[in-house]
RNA sequence: CGGGAUGUAGCGCAGCCUGGGUAGCGCACUACCUUGGGGUGGUAGAGGUCGCCCGUUCAAAUCGGGUCAUUCCGACCA
C-alpha cells in the first residue's frame, strides 16, 4: 500500500473528550471516527486491525472445533419472552417496533437466537456436543458510553454457545474455552489473568473473566501475591477475617446509646472495636412486580459488596433507600440490628458473623443498641457472602496477602447449564430415551474492543505502538524527500520486493516533509521504519524500531536479507 | 438514573458574564513561491443557518424560556 493512496486522516489534537491514550490515538491516528455517542466507524487503518484481531479468534475457535455461524442483529422480542428475559434485562436493551407494530429487540446477546437455531435440530445425544459461534455487531443501550471504543453501544463481539447432555461434558468445554481463550490472548500479546467472576445478567454457575492488566481498567481485580487466586471483587473471596483486638466480654444486654447511629459513633461510645460490630446495610431492592427494602448485616469494618447483595436477594437491582422509605418499612436507621426486626422484612447475614459472640448491634430501638450479642439461631439461608474483599485481606487459597488491580474486562466465559433450554423447551433424547434440556456454556470476547484494548497495553508518548501480530503494516519505507530521484527509485525497488515476498509494507510515498512522515510513523505506530534518505550518498538506510525509536544504519544491498528476518 | 459542563469553519478554541450593533485565532485546506533529516517559511485565498425553536429588542453568538445533542464525575455496565 502507498501512503499516498491510504485513507488514513490523521490529526495533532485530540478531541477535548479523549482521556484515556487508546481513545486519543485511535482517533489521532485515524484508526476511528465517532459518529454518534457510543457509536464509532472504523476507517481504513482501525479496519485493518479488526480484522487481523477477528482472523486470530477466528482461527483459534475453528481449531476449537467450533462452527461459525451468522444470526441476524434483529431479534424478535418473542424469543426474548420466551426465555423470560425480556422483562429482566435493563434498559440496555433496545427495544422498538416494526411498521405491524411488533416489538423488537437489538440483540446484546444472542442464547435465545442460538437456542432456537438448534431447538429441534439437534434431537438425540449422539449429535452433542456443538459449538456454534459468530463474529459480529451487538447493540447494548449502555447508560454512559465512555472511553472510545472501550465502552461503545454498538459493538463486535465474538459469542459462542456450546451444547451439551450433561454437566461433565459442559465443564470440559467450559475448560477448554479456558485454553482456546489462553491462546488466544497469548498469541495478541496482551498481559492478561483469567479471574473468578459474577455471572451477571447472563446467569448461570461457574463464570471466567480474561481480564488484561491495564490502568485504565474499569474493573477491580484481586489478585494473590503468592497463589495463581485470582477473581473480579464482584467475586472475591477471602479467608475469614480475624483481629488481634481482645473481644468486649459481656453479658447480653440492652445498652442506652443516644444518638449514636454510625459504626463509628457506637463503638467509641461502647468502646469496642468495630470489628465487634454489626453493621446494618438497608437498600431497596426492586424485583420484576414489586420493590421492598432489605437489609444486609456485615461486619462493622467490612464494606457491602452490592453485586453479592443483589444476588443474595436475587433481585433485578438494588438502590439506595429513603429515609422516608426505611422509615415506612418500620426501620430506625441507625438502630438497626438482627434481632426484633419488623416481621416482613427480608434481611441477610454474611457468612462471616455466623456463630460470632460478643458483637454489638442495633436494638431496632430508638437510642438502644445490643451489647455481648450472639449471633445464633438464624435460619442457614439467611447466611450469604455479601462482603467486599480488600487488599490486604488473606488469600483463602495459600493464606498469603491478597492485591488489587486494574484490569479490562476482554472475554468472558460462562457456564449457563439448563438455564435457558428449559425455559425456551429445546430438548433431546438422551441415552435412555428420555427427554432433557440442553446443558449450555457461553463464551465472549470483545474484538472491537479489543483494538482499543491493544493500545492501552502498548503506547508511548508518541503514539500508539503495534506488535507484529496486529499491526496495520509491518513496516513504513520513508522517502525523506520524494523530489529525490535516487531516494525514490531505492525506496520503491525495496517495497516491490519486499511486497513481492508477501510482507505487509507501507510506502510514504507523499510530498511532505521528513519530519510529517515521522511522525505519523510514530502516532500510527507501525512496529518498524525503513527511512530512505540522506544516508544514500554512503550507501546505507536506516531501520527504526518504534518501540525503542533506536535506528540502525544498513548498506542498501543487505537490508532486503534483514527486513525479511525482522519482519517474519 | 443523580449531579455538573459544553454546543461558534473539518479539528482545537476565543468572543457571551461585565457595553446587544462589522464573527475572530491556531491547526488543517486551496494557489503560487520557498524549504527538503523531525509537523519549513512567506504571500494571497476559500470556508460560518454562532445546535434548533420561541421570546425580549430598532437590533441577539451575546439577554430570557424551551428543546435536542455531546460530554465529565458518580451509579450502572453479559
Not at 490515538?25 to 485515524?30: H, W
Not at 477448554?176 to 455471572?199: C, N, P, Q
Not at 438497608?282 to 447483595?309: C, P, S
Request: proline share 3%; glycine share 8%; aromatic share 10%.
Amino acid at each position: 500500500m502507498r501512503f499516498s493512496n491510504l485513507f488514513a486522516p490523521t490529526v495533532k489534537e485530540a478531541p477535548k473528550d479523549a482521556t484515556l491514550p487508546s481513545h486519543k490515538y485511535l482517533i489521532r491516528a485515524g484508526f476511528v471516527s465517532q459518529y454518534g455517542s457510543g457509536l464509532y466507524n472504523f476507517l481504513p487503518l482501525g479496519k485493518i486491525v479488526f480484522d487481523k484481531i477477528k482472523d486470530i479468534v477466528k482461527e483459534e475457535m475453528d481449531k476449537a472445533g467450533a462452527n461459525e455461524i451468522q444470526m441476524g442483529v434483529v431479534t424478535p422480542a418473542e424469543l426474548w419472552r420466551e426465555s423470560g428475559r425480556y422483562s429482566v434485562f435493563g434498559k440496555e436493551l433496545l427495544r422498538f417496533r416494526d411498521r405491524k407494530d411488533n416489538d423488537f429487540v437489538l440483540g446484546p446477546t444472542h442464547e435465545e437466537v442460538v437456542v432456537d437455531i438448534v431447538k429441534n435440530r439437534i434431537t438425540s445425544y449422539k449429535q452433542l456436543p456443538l459449538h456454534l459461534y459468530q463474529i459480529t455487531t451487538k447493540f447494548r443501550d449502555e447508560a454512559r458510553p465512555r472511553f472510545g471504543l472501550l465502552r461503545g453501544r454498538e459493538f463486535t463481539m465474538k459469542d459462542g454457545y456450546s451444547f451439551h447432555k450433561d454437566e461433565a461434558c459442559m465443564k470440559k468445554e467450559f475448560d477448554h474455552m479456558e485454553e482456546t481463550y489462553t491462546k488466544i490472548f497469548t498469541r495478541l500479546g496482551l498481559d492478561f489473568r483469567a479471574v473468578d467472576a459474577d455471572s451477571g445478567a447472563i446467569g448461570g454457575s461457574g463464570s471466567k473473566e480474561f481480564m488484561v492488566l491495564a490502568q485504565n481498567g474499569e474493573d477491580d481485580i484481586i489478585v494473590c501475591e503468592n497463589c495463581s487466586y485470582a477473581a473480579n471483587i464482584e467475586a472475591a473471596t477471602r479467608a475469614k477475617k480475624t483481629t488481634d483486638v481482645e473481644a468486649p466480654i459481656a453479658e447480653t444486654a440492652k445498652f442506652f446509646t443516644p444518638e449514636q447511629k454510625t459504626i463509628e459513633d457506637v463503638c467509641n461510645y461502647l468502646r469496642v472495636d468495630p470489628f465487634y460490630s454489626i453493621k446494618a446495610v438497608i437498600k431497596k431492592a426492586i424485583y420484576e412486580e414489586k420493590e421492598e427494602i432489605v437489609v444486609f448485616f456485615i461486619r462493622g469494618n467490612d464494606v457491602l459488596q452490592e453485586t453479592k447483595a443483589l444476588n443474595a436477594c436475587g433481585a433485578l437491582d438494588l438502590v439506595d433507600a429513603s429515609a422516608q422509605e426505611v422509615e415506612e418499612a418500620g426501620l430506625i436507621a441507625g438502630f438497626c440490628g438482627p434481632v426484633n426486626l419488623p416481621e416482613d422484612i427480608n434481611f441477610y447475614i454474611d457468612n462471616e458473623l455466623k456463630e460470632e459472640k460478643n458483637l454489638c448491634c442495633g436494638a431496632n430501638e430508638k437510642d438502644y443498641h445490643w451489647v455481648g450479642f450472639k449471633m445464633l439461631n438464624f435460619k442457614e439461608s439467611r447466611y450469604k457472602d455479601l462482603i467486599q474483599v480488600n487488599a490486604g485481606d488473606i488469600c483463602s487459597c495459600c493464606g498469603s496477602k491478597l492485591g488489587i488491580t486494574k484490569g479490562i474486562e476482554v472475554g468472558h466465559i460462562f457456564q449457563l447449564g439448563q438455564k435457558y433450554a428449559s425455559a425456551m423447551n429445546a430438548t433431546f433424547l438422551d441415552e435412555n430415551g428420555k427427554s432433557q434440556a440442553f446443558y449450555m456454556g457461553c463464551y465472549g470476547i470483545g474484538v472491537s474492543r479489543l483494538v482499543a484494548v491493544m493500545i492501552e497495553a502498548s503506547h508511548d508518548e508518541l503514539g500508539c505502538i503495534w506488535n507484529k501480530q496486529t499491526a496495520p503494516f509491518l513496516l513504513d519505507i520513508i522517502i525523506s524527500n520524494v523530489k529525490n530521484e535516487e531516494e525514490r527509485v531505492v525506496a520503491e525497488d525495496i517495497y516491490q520486493s519486499l511486497k513481492a515476498k508477501g510482507l505487509n509494507v507501507l510506502l510514504d510515498d507523499r510530498n511532505e516533509r521528513f519530519g510529517f512522515k515521522m511522525k505519523d510513523f510514530e502516532l500510527i505506530g507501525f512496529p518498524y521504519a525503513l527511512i530512505v534518505g540522506k544516508g544514500l550518498q554512503e550507501g546505507s538506510v536506516e531501520v527504526v524500531d518504534r518501540k525503542t525509536l533506536e535506528k540502525v544504519s544498513l548498506k542498501v544491498d543487505a537490508v532486503e536479507k534483514y527486513l525479511e528476518e525482522l519482519l517474519s
